[in-house]
């Protein structure tokens, strides 16, 4: 048993469920994009789908499946869910996953939670019928009135819980699309007001302090230019200028190719560790990708399937981020991002299937837990 206790955070898509009713925009036949895993046929010989859950296509806004998928997540190692949060409309978006499962879950404190507000803007990918057109439905962007109201709402529904994750008993809030919080917001200068006033009302509410953290692309694929006419500088020094705590990744895809072999992406995502810690001030977090196969969600096949990412090479991605954590001694807490605990059809998950079993699941616990 390793004696070095580690954070393992595993980003949760909240999307496995009926219950919200704007669903049906996407998935009308009730129970989530669980539809469209059901759907998938492969593309080509040798394609790694059909997948199908051990668990079923089962609702996760319902505790008591809640209940055991918290029970198998800390068994494995996974002890905290990084829940994707939407606010689309004026109104939020998939709670249910979080508010009726989770939060409801009568053993939610053997895995703490935390926010990352995913803030990009809808569109039809997220319907197969659609998906090829890519067209906007909801813009993530939001201003400053809306902005407040999505503060407060976090602040009382959740940085109050017992299990909601802190670093140094700060609250972690995570923000998903840099350039949509600077677009929404009107500028750099708006966008810090903004979050110094976030962090502010977190004080207010009881708090030490607000520990801000933003999901880092690559400069080629993040830019800020364009958003803000007074503001010359590029992603890093918007992510500076805006002051923000600490930085991690969602998805290996921000960053480099993924169809290739799976060992060849991780030598590439070494590298981009590398850079972070010579380029950015703030702590880095290390972030590890199951896969990534974004063909489920469309018609045809998308020719950017990761290769080769068994449980044992993922593994050696999780022993990369965990001899990161413990050789970076100004880390605030030993903290490893996942994606994901269930983006099917993104093909990145530690949920078992049909395919690897427990493998992933299992992969996280031999180098965590053994």
């Known amino acids: 048993m390793s004696e070095k206790k580690y954070d393992v955070a595993a980003f949760i898509w909240p999307s496995y469920t009926g219950d919200e009713p704007r669903t049906r925009i996407f998935w009308p036949e009730g129970y989530g994009e669980w539809q469209t895993v059901k759907a998938m046929k492969p593309f080509y010989p040798g394609h790694a789908w059909p997948r199908k859950p051990l668990w079923g296509y ?42 009726n499962g989770y939060l409801k879950a ?67 809030y995570m923000i998903y699309d840099l350039g949509n919080l600077i677009r929404g917001l009107g500028g750099i200068e708006n966008t810090k007001r903004a979050l110094d ?30 958003l803000d006419p007074k503001f010359e500088g590029n992603m890093t020094a918007a992510v500076h200028a805006l002051e923000f705590d600490s930085v991690t990744h969602y998805q290996f895809v921000h960053i480099t190719p993924m169809a290739r072999k799976y060992t060849d992406i991780l030598a590439d995502i070494e590298k981009e560790w590398e850079y972070i810690d010579r380029t950015f001030k ?12 974004s063909s489920p969600r469309y018609n045809s096949d998308r020719h950017d399937a990761c290769l080769e990412n ?4 993922v593994k050696k991605g999780f022993e990369m981020a965990k001899a990161y954590v413990d050789s970076h001694k ?18 990145s998950y530690l949920e078992p299937d049909d395919f690897y079993g427990y493998g992933y699941l299992e992969a996280i616990r031999s180098t965590f837990l053994s």
């Open 58 to 99: 089962v609702n996760e806004a319902d505790p008591y499946v809640m209940e055991m998928q918290i029970n198998a997540a800390a068994d494995h190692g996974v002890n905290v869910f990084i829940y994707d949060w939407y606010w689309f409309d004026n109104r939020p978006f998939l709670e249910q996953c979080l508010d």
């Open 330 to 347: 100004n880390l605030k807490a030993p903290l490893i991002t996942v994606n994901s605990w269930n983006e099917w059809t993104e093909t």
């Open 282 to 293: 703030m702590p880095y977090y290390p972030h590890i990708s199951v896969g990534w196969d």
């Open 197 to 226: 006033w976030f962090r502010e009302e977190t004080v207010k509410a009881g708090f030490p302090g607000l520990e801000l953290q933003l999901t880092l692309r690559s400069e080629r694929a993040m830019n800020v230019t364009g």
């Open 106 to 172: 009568k053993n939610n404190d053997r895995v703490k939670f935390y926010i990352m507000w995913a803030n990009h803007t809808a569109t039809s990918i997220w319907d197969k019928r659609t998906a090829e057109m890519n067209y906007p439905i909801w813009d993530g962007a939001v201003n400053r009135a809306a902005f407040e109201t999505v503060v407060h709402r976090t602040i009382e529904m959740y940085f109050s819980h017992p299990s909601y994750y802190k670093i140094d008993g700060k609250p972690v």
């Open 310 to 313: 068994t449980p044992e090479n």
